[in-house]
């Protein structure tokens, strides 16, 4: 038997058999996986929908209730100017929201102020209007909540038509109802929505979330209960078999974290086993003639190589039979291969030759082992080489991450001023900047102590505030920043040292350069990257400070007095209105009035000049103040009238305060000449009063005013000249 017949069967063996039997068990797990994959492959396509509908609705309520804290709409609904404006914001939402098909803006009434790609008629007509006014009677809309309601109108889901092209037509959607406060309210006031926004999300455009993502052999449909509210066109030519169809279910909740309630609804994901199953097929036809041609080509291969491998032996064999012919006779055992018995025969005859050929192999092997221990040589030389490079890359690598860690640090830190800065336009008081900025900036820095000084303006005192900070470093560090406060510093030292803590200083500075205040850090060190950084946080809160202490002092302005730097009619009439108020819910509580005129001013203004007259309207101002309680508030209505309202006023208390004005009546007021020569002026003024005690609050003033004008007739009959003087005035 040739050698070379039995490689090539081995060789042909060995490479069909094993291709065989692995291709056919490959086909059958493949196709026994695909089976049993499939529901779980419909489980996460249901729920990767889900989700998708879940993220989307979420990032809707938050839009929403960022949308709904837009001035524009409470603005609307106070006034018929902002009507536009409200529009086009409300134009935008609908735009850039693909969930929302139409939005209404309510009054407090829930009737329609205005709408965008809505229809008033169908909506005032509709169950929807029902439903929202019992759930705002319920109690089941609250602040800064929002409130689902489910509809089927077909007129309200319309207008999402022009929006976008959707390919089913459903009567059914969700509302969204959210309500609008005014952004003030008084202290003790129960707080009531000014308005609501309303937005509509067709369940059209939620199949259109999920449908985008179905394969041509599935179909989707919502469901609520048992009724069918939206489903894929195709679901009508669906051919539903009990061996061949799959369904698979799944809760599909529309709920949010600003939400009050949730509308529940179940999809259903359908899908044909045998379509499934048909494309599994047609994988498994080209698999298999992959295999076939596989096979094939093991074949070929497995003969090549056969036929390579015995190529040599055929030869060798020719090659033995020539050098043997006759002359050599076989001794021993015979092997059973013909080519290695031939080979025997020729080796017994060659020894000599091949112990010749040894000597000269192990000189080949020494010189060999010579150039092997150069190439260890060689080898330990590229390995030192290799751990320099090593050592190299790690430090690059370690020089990068620190470069990537401060870029992401950086990165963090500017989202959090853009956050900020969009979170200071919110604050309105000094107090609200305090409390925002240092939270902000202890956390953004890690914890690193800080603090913040607003220094005094017209209208508020210095507000300081810290945040990590000993009860000792900040008492010291308050002294500090009032001490330079108090000189208006336009640039403060970079830092200051106590018991070895470092902090850093940062001023804020007005528009006009004037000095707003103090942001201090306690650290060893700033980098110079942080410190451009926290200058810009500083140059933000700079210019909130100075918008709400220009707003502060214009309103402090429009109820003050320029001369006197008194409360002014605006003024007395707000406090006045607060006490009525307190009167009427504490009726055993008391106010009174003092109207007081000064006497002969006119006469001054004719004599000596406005100057004079201002002069003695100030001295009458500060006689007025030494005798009246701290409690008790003084306004200047105009010209020589004033007004003082006295808390806890009642008759006994008010006739002990006209006491008091009694005994500094006839004061003079000493005025110097511009010839150096000194006048004396003497002062006087009537004097009326009123207690809610005795006179209610709606006629309190007008008999203090009355007491007023007989005190004043009786000091002008005592006092004739100036009495003409007042008629002559009056006549003119």
């Known amino acids: 038997m040739k050698i070379r017949h039995l490689l090539g069967i081995v060789i042909l063996a060995a490479a069909i058999v094993p291709s065989v039997t692995i291709s056919l068990m490959l086909l059958d797990r493949q196709y026994q996986a695909t089976q049993d994959s499939m529901e779980q492959e419909l489980n996460r396509v249901l729920f990767s929908m889900s989700q998708d509908i879940r993220f989307k609705f979420s990032i809707f309520s938050t839009n929403f209730k960022l949308f709904s804290s837009e001035r524009y709409l409470i603005q609307a609904l106070d006034s ?29 009434e829930l009737h329609v102020v205005d709408e965008v790609l809505g229809d008033i008629p169908s909506y005032e007509s509709s169950q929807l209007l029902a439903d929202a006014k019992l759930a705002v009677a319920s109690g089941l809309v609250r602040e800064k909540r929002q409130h689902l309601i489910e509809f089927d109108n077909d007129n309200l889901v319309r207008p999402s038509r022009n929006k976008q092209q959707l390919s089913t037509e459903s009567p059914y ?18 707080r009531e929505p ?15 979330v999920v449908a985008d993502n179905l394969g041509t052999d599935e179909i989707i449909e919502i469901l609520h209960g048992d009724e069918v509210i939206v489903a894929s066109p195709k679901m009508k030519l669906l051919e539903l078999q009990h061996d061949d169809h799959m369904v698979e279910r799944d809760v599909l909740p529309l709920v949010s974290d600003y939400s009050s309630n949730q509308l529940e609804y179940m999809m259903q994901l359908h899908v044909s086993r045998s379509a499934r199953m048909l494309q599994l097929q047609e994988s498994m036809n ?16 497995a003969f090549l190589v056969a036929n390579w491998l015995g190529t040599p032996f055929k030869q060798l064999s020719e090659i033995l039979k020539r ?13 059973k291969f013909s080519e290695f018995e031939d080979v025997r025969h020729l080796l017994s005859e060659m020894g000599s030759t091949i112990r010749m050929q040894l000597d000269s192999l192990h000189q080949k092997n020494e010189e060999l082992q010579r150039i092997d221990d150069l190439k260890g040589e060689y080898l330990t030389k590229v390995r030192a080489l290799n751990e320099q490079l090593e050592a190299r890359v790690a430090e690059k690598t370690k020089a990068l991450s620190e470069t990537a860690a401060r870029e992401g640090r950086s990165r963090q830190i500017l989202q959090s001023l853009q956050r900020l800065s969009i979170e200071l ?3 309105t008081e000094h107090g609200e900047i305090i409390d925002l900025c240092l939270n902000q900036l202890h956390e953004l820095f890690d914890d690193v102590p800080v603090a913040l000084l607003i220094g005094v303006s017209r209208a508020s005192q210095h507000q300081f505030k810290s945040l990590g900070l000993t009860s000792a470093d900040e008492q010291w560090l308050l002294a500090e920043l009032q001490q330079r ?58 210019v909130i400070t100075e918008t709400i202490q220009l707003t502060s002092e214009l309103e402090l302005a429009a109820r003050t007095d320029e001369l006197t730097d008194l409360p002014n009619r605006k003024a007395f009439n707000e406090s006045f209105d607060r006490c009525r108020h307190i009167l009427e819910r504490y009726p055993t509580n008391h106010v009174g009035i003092f109207v007081i005129d000064a006497n002969g001013l006119k006469r001054v203004n004719d004599q000596f000049g406005h100057d004079a007259g201002d002069q003695f309207i100030k001295a009458i101002v500060q006689i007025l103040l030494d005798s009246c309680r701290k409690t008790d508030q003084l306004f200047r209505m105009g ?18 305060l006209m006491a008091r004005l009694a005994e500094q009546q006839d004061q003079h007021l000493v005025l110097t000449q511009q010839d150096g020569s000194t006048k004396s002026i003497p002062m006087s003024f009537s004097v009326g009063y009123a207690s809610s005690e005795e006179v209610g609050i709606n006629h309190l003033f007008h008999r203090a005013d009355e007491r007023m004008y007989e005190a004043k007739d009786h000091y002008y009959k005592q006092h004739p000249v100036e009495s003409d003087s007042l008629s002559k005035t009056r006549l003119s």
């Open 485 to 542: 406060a108090s000189y208006k510093q336009q640039s403060l030292p970079e830092t200051l040292v106590n018991q070895g803590k470092r902090f850093y200083l940062f001023d804020l500075i007005s528009r006009t350069h004037n000095f707003l205040g103090v942001l201090a850090f306690q650290l060893d060190e700033v980098s110079p990257q942080e410190r451009d950084i926290v200058r810009v946080f500083a140059k933000q809160i700079s």
């Open 425 to 427: 336009q919110q604050c």
């Open 173 to 190: 959607g969700a509302a969204v109802l959210m309500p609008l406060y005014l952004h003030s309210l008084q202290e003790g006031l129960t």
């Open 286 to 301: 080209a698999l298999t003639l992959g295999i076939a041609i596989a096979i094939c080509l093991s074949v070929l291969v």
């Open 194 to 208: 000014a308005g609501y926004i309303l937005a509509i999300l067709p369940f059209d455009v939620i199949y259109k």
């Open 639 to 656: 010209g020589d009238e004033f007004v003082l309202l006295v808390q806890e006023g009642t008759v006994a208390s008010c006739e002990r």
């Open 80 to 108: 018929f100017l902002f009507v536009s404006n409200a529009h086009n914001s409300m134009l935008q939402f609908v735009e850039q929201t693909p969930l929302v098909s139409s939005l209404y803006l309510l009054d407090a």
């Open 323 to 335: 050098f043997g012919q006759g002359h050599y006779s076989s001794k021993g055992e015979k092997f």
